[in-house]
């Protein structure tokens, strides 16, 4: 049974950072793709951020450099450092992972605001 947790949401003002990191059980993680979502009141869920088992990432151009995706699979845990976080990066988080079938945790609060 794969189980993914989400933690390192939070307040925050524009401008500030998080990491949200992102654990995995049950399984071999570092097969797995990685991705991390978002989804903002009143809005569809979004792709933020990917991961591959072979470490190649791709990125939304919302937040092409300002957020990192990293992974760290002895561990099994991936990683969104989120720099320069505006007002509109408001959302739950979600990290999903896939390899056969796909997988989501519960989701992250983050909030941006002054």
């Known amino acids: 049974q794969v189980q993914l947790v989400e933690s390192g949401g939070g307040l925050v003002q524009p401008g500030g950072s998080l990491r949200l990191s992102c654990t995995a059980s049950g399984t071999i993680f570092s097969l797995y793709f990685v991705g991390w979502y978002r989804q903002a009141p009143g809005k569809q869920r979004e792709l933020v951020a990917t991961?591959?088992?072979?470490?190649?990432?791709y990125y939304a151009d919302s937040v092409k450099g300002r957020f990192t995706i990293s992974r760290d699979n002895a561990k099994n845990m991936v990683y969104l450092q989120m720099n320069s976080l505006k007002v509109e990066d408001t959302a739950v988080y979600y990290c999903?992972?896939?390899?056969?079938?796909?997988?989501w945790g519960q989701g992250t609060q983050v909030t941006v605001s002054s």
């Open positions: 991961i591959t088992s072979g470490m190649y990432t």
């Open positions: 999903s992972a896939t390899y056969g079938g796909a997988y």
